[in-house]
């Protein structure tokens, strides 16, 4: 999906290939769930993350930032496999966010 070109045709969001020809349509649920994968994708202002809350959050942004450059290395690898290996190399790097996820979800 990062080499198609998106223009929105009414309430359809059609995609196009590199060559300009329209290769199909995109839900609209597809498109949020991809720019929200994006690194960088959830916001946060400063005052927020030096409250400690919003752990789940930072978490799951770092575990998907993290998939992202895993599958931009190694563009064959599954979804489910960079996910997997994202959330254990974030855990590993920063256990401090990782305690913090687990007590955040807890409360809710």
């Known amino acids: ?3 198609l070109k998106l223009r929105q045709v009414g309430t359809r969001h059609v995609a196009y290939g590199e060559d300009g020809k329209p290769v199909g ?3 609209e649920a597809h498109l ?3 720019v929200a994968s994006l690194p960088g994708a ?3 202002t400063p005052e927020q993350k030096d409250t400690g809350c919003f752990a789940a959050q930072r978490f ?3 575990v998907q930032t993290r998939a992202y ?3 931009k ?3 064959h690898l599954p979804e489910l496999e960079a996910h997997r290996m994202a959330s254990s190399q974030v855990s590993q790097k920063n256990p401090a966010l990782l305690a913090a996820y687990r007590k ?3 409360e809710i």
Do not use: G, H, I, S
Request: charged fraction near 35%.
């Open 1 to 3: 999906m990062e080499n």
């Open 25 to 27: 349509e995109v839900q």
């Open 32 to 34: 949020k769930a991809y």
């Open 42 to 44: 959830y916001y946060q």
């Open 60 to 62: 799951a942004d770092a």
């Open 69 to 71: 450059e895993l599958r």
């Open 73 to 75: 290395a190694d563009p």
């Open 104 to 106: 955040d979800v807890q």
